[in-house]
């Protein structure tokens, strides 16, 4: 029973969504402007039906129901609870009910909550997310149906790929794609706007909280994510331009362009057909990465769904949603008035470089991603790897830290070069003196981006505070601190990225119990290796003593193996100390009873999260500081008219 | 100017569709194919295998015929499996030469006198040199050596029945 309500509220709320389409449609452009009326509650209803519908999934793998084939096919009795409800989105079908979810309750909030946006546009916004859902509803209950029965119900599952049954797997995905899918809003503000040709500082006002919102949930999903195949993977790396990787990293570079961009025609009224343009990009990005995913026309280590059926369905989503609204962008834009003009030296220019930097890194990872599919058009095989990314996209990356620097400390409207310069007088004393010591104790140790990474971090870092500097603390507004929260953040995970790459020190050695093991001032007694059973996997365990000078400390790096699916997994043991990570991988036996051991230590490396999550930490405050004085301004607004009558 | 611009991202976007579709209902092709194709054999010279067959250098491959050459080892099943094949293509007028890979004398003949001995010649690659100057990876391998000691063609993994007419076509092609 369960299964099939699940199916019909579905069902429901496509059906809602067709309804929301023509109902924004007919009342705008067919002179009814009764039938706006029911836009807004065909929105809400679509919401709380995907919701229902995804509760419901859940509810199936919690009670194991093997009836239906997506649980036996991905969850298995025995799990552990947090497994089996994590599990409803560990596949191809329940992530995209997923995202249908996110999708249909971003509709409902920006239905129930968005109030500056003018109504015409507002309900063109509304019909564009209808428009959007749609297909993908469409996909779902045409080619993957989580709902589906099996029968005869087989007597257990088959079980969860031991690598997802991890803690992360309930937090990353669904705050990753709370972020991904978020920004179809902006996608159909845009849509909204072409259609109705708002496009002017009040649109951006309205739309600016939600490409906010998406853009910490993604920021945030990205750093989880990127922790989690940190710790999990066991190669001591973060990041593995893995194109699924690409596919979170291409829309979050968009949306952090969008970010800017949307600022300035905020603030400016300029930059209005290029904001545009960005808002209709980072979506597509979303659906791109999507669609290179599911389809399985690029190799990655995330392919769980490879089936060229749903290929060309995403594929004909793509042609027709991001085809349409760049089609819609070519007919419309041409009227609409040019953005205001700005003079060359003005914090707008920073921000327009800002966005020309961030494009063209978006532009070459694109490339980098899609190259093996290029050249396999043309009948030659190649893979691209992180050394291509690193080089190229690093240098730019590094670019934009010193734009990012010099932005906040240039005024708008216009500046003068010279006093830009004065103001950015203490942190290129910074680089110098970085520069200079860098030189001097690690010249030659050390590669030239993780160098010059170093170097930038450091001044960066303070040049982010300078928009502080001088001013009444008590009295700047939170979105100030916000902005300078999240650039701090970059330069700290900068920081976290070069350290990682300059200093770290790995060893890798075969020790049997009893032996001590001495790198990078830590000695490690390898004690001993038992068995131990946990919930549904058993494991060997390895008991080491670490100590640095000090008391020791007692870790554990296991070599898990699971029975359904029979896999191996390494857990790694990670020691936190405050200047960086012991990151310890128990490997294979090697003859006469000794072990292999990985051992890294890597300094600071904890700076690239923390850095993440004070990036996301800096938008959440930049999106509460604008709403808050919105609503005191409306409220000083209704106090001074009480007062006057 | 502005024109074009405004209309660029669509066309870009086409393109990337284009590309999408091609890239999906292109028929998979998931082989490795070797770099070594068309470079020439690099140079070695290898001690006997077996009791009962001469050794093995790389200018003994460049007579002028094209000739088969395959790694194997004695302790390698698919290189059992295989053994069949290369006595069918030997049958039909190959010429076969063989390498053991990480192998001993006393083993190979053994394998030799259990599968049949369709070489001509065999080299010991005791530490698995030549086979890493190959680019190969693994046994069973084998490579086609034209006339003039270049690698034609390079197969990975064993031979069955239904490539052995692909292989000979493939030796006629090389001539």
Not at chain 1, 164 to 172: K, V
Not at chain 1, 569 to 580: D, F, H, I
Not at chain 2, 79 to 97: M, W
């Amino acid at each position: 029973m369960i299964a099939e309500t699940g199916l019909a509220a579905l069902w429901l709320a496509a059906a809602l969504a067709l309804l929301q389409l023509i109902l924004a449609f007919a009342g705008l452009k067919g002179g009814k402007p009764e039938l706006l009326a029911a836009v807004r509650p065909a929105a809400v209803a679509q919401g709380v039906l995907t919701a229902i519908a995804f509760a419901l999934l859940v509810t199936l793998f919690l009670r194991s129901d093997m009836s239906v084939l997506l649980v036996v096919t991905n969850s298995h009795s025995m799990k552990p609870w947090l497994y089996k409800f994590a599990g409803a989105w560990g596949n191809h079908e329940g992530s995209m009910l997923l995202w249908v979810t996110v999708m249909g309750m971003a509709g409902a909030a920006v239905a129930l909550f968005e109030r500056a946006l003018r109504r015409d546009t507002h309900m063109a916004t509304l019909g564009g997310q209808a428009a959007i859902s749609l297909g993908f509803y469409a996909f779902l209950l045409f080619s993957s149906n989580p709902f589906a029965r099996i029968d005869p119900a087989p007597a257990d599952g088959q079980g969860l790929n031991p690598l997802l049954q991890d803690p992360g797997l309930a937090f990353h995905p669904p705050t990753l794609y709370l972020g991904y899918v978020g920004l179809s809003v902006a996608f159909s503000f845009a849509i909204g706007a072409l259609l109705t040709r708002q496009v002017d500082a009040a649109f951006a006002r309205a739309m600016r909280p939600w490409v906010l919102a998406a853009w910490v949930l993604l920021t945030l999903g990205i750093t989880a994510g990127s922790y989690w195949a940190y710790y999990e993977l066991g190669w001591g790396g973060w990041w593995f331009w893995d194109p699924v990787e690409n596919a979170s990293l291409m829309p979050w570079l968009a949306a952090t362009a969008l970010l800017h961009s949307v600022t300035v025609l905020a603030t400016r009224d300029a930059l209005r057909a290029w904001t545009i343009m960005l808002a209709v990009v980072a979506f597509s990005m979303s659906m791109v990465g999507t669609f290179l995913v599911r389809s399985g026309i690029l190799t990655s280590v995330h392919a769980f769904a490879v089936d060229p059926t749903r290929g060309s369905f995403i594929l004909a989503l793509l042609a027709l949603y991001i085809g349409g609204a760049l089609a819609l962008f070519g007919w419309r834009i041409g009227s609409v008035r040019e953005g205001a003009p700005f003079e060359l030296v003005s914090r707008e220019t920073m921000l327009v470089v800002n966005n020309l930097l961030l494009t063209v890194i978006l532009g070459l990872v694109l490339i980098g991603t899609l190259y093996p599919l290029m050249t396999e058009a043309f009948g030659h095989k190649v893979s691209v790897g992180a050394p291509y990314f690193d080089r190229i996209a690093g240098p730019i990356a590094l670019a934009l830290m010193v734009a990012m620097a010099a932005g906040p400390l240039t005024r708008w409207r216009k500046d003068r070069a010279r006093l830009v310069g004065k103001r950015l007088l203490i942190p290129a004393a910074i680089a110098l003196i970085v520069a200079i010591s860098l030189s001097v104790f690690a010249l030659g140790r050390i590669g030239i981006l993780p160098f010059l990474g170093l170097v930038i971090a450091l001044s960066v870092g303070v040049a982010s505070l300078a928009p502080l500097w001088k001013r009444n603390l008590r009295r700047t507004p939170l979105f100030t601190y916000g902005m300078v929260i999240a650039h701090l953040g970059c330069a700290v995970s900068l920081a976290g990225m070069a350290c990682d790459s300059a200093f770290t020190v790995e060893k890798l050695v075969a020790a049997r119990p009893g032996d001590t093991i001495q790198t990078a001032g830590w000695t490690l007694h390898f004690r001993k290796i038992a068995p131990l059973a946990g919930d549904n996997w058993t494991a060997l365990q390895a008991d080491i003593d670490v100590s640095r000078g000090g008391g020791s400390v007692l870790i554990h790096p296991q070599s898990r193996f699971f029975a359904s699916p029979p896999t191996t997994t390494s857990e790694a043991a990670l020691l936190t100390r405050w200047n960086g990570q012991l990151y310890v991988v128990l490997g294979e036996e090697v003859e006469g009873g000794r072990w292999q051991l990985r051992v890294w230590w890597k300094p600071f490396v904890t700076l690239i999260w923390l850095g993440g999550v004070m990036i996301a930490l800096g938008g959440a405050m930049a999106l509460v500081g604008r709403e808050r004085r919105g609503w005191l301004m409306k409220w000083r607004a209704r106090k001074a008219t009480e007062v006057a009558a | 100017m502005r024109k074009l611009l405004i209309w660029l991202p669509l066309v870009l976007f086409l393109g990337f569709i284009a590309l999408f579709a091609s890239g999906l209902f292109q028929p998979d092709d998931r082989i490795i194919h070797s770099r070594l194709v068309g470079q020439p054999l690099p140079a070695f010279s290898l001690p006997a295998a077996a009791s009962d067959r001469p050794p093995l250098a790389s200018a003994q491959l460049a007579t002028g015929q094209p000739r088969l050459l395959n790694t194997f080892a004695s302790w390698c099943v698919p290189c059992a499996a295989e053994a069949p094949q290369l006595e069918a293509l030997q049958k039909a007028g190959a010429q076969i030469d063989g390498i053991a890979i990480r192998d001993a004398r006393a083993d190979v003949d053994a394998f030799l006198k259990r599968n049949g001995n369709p070489y001509a010649r065999i080299g010991l690659d005791a530490r698995s040199a030549v086979q890493i100057a190959l680019g190969s990876s693994g046994v069973p391998e084998t490579f086609i050596i034209d006339g003039k000691g270049r690698i034609a063609y390079q197969h990975i993994g064993d031979i069955r029945a239904d490539d052995v007419p692909m292989i000979l076509d493939r030796l006629r092609a090389a001539q």
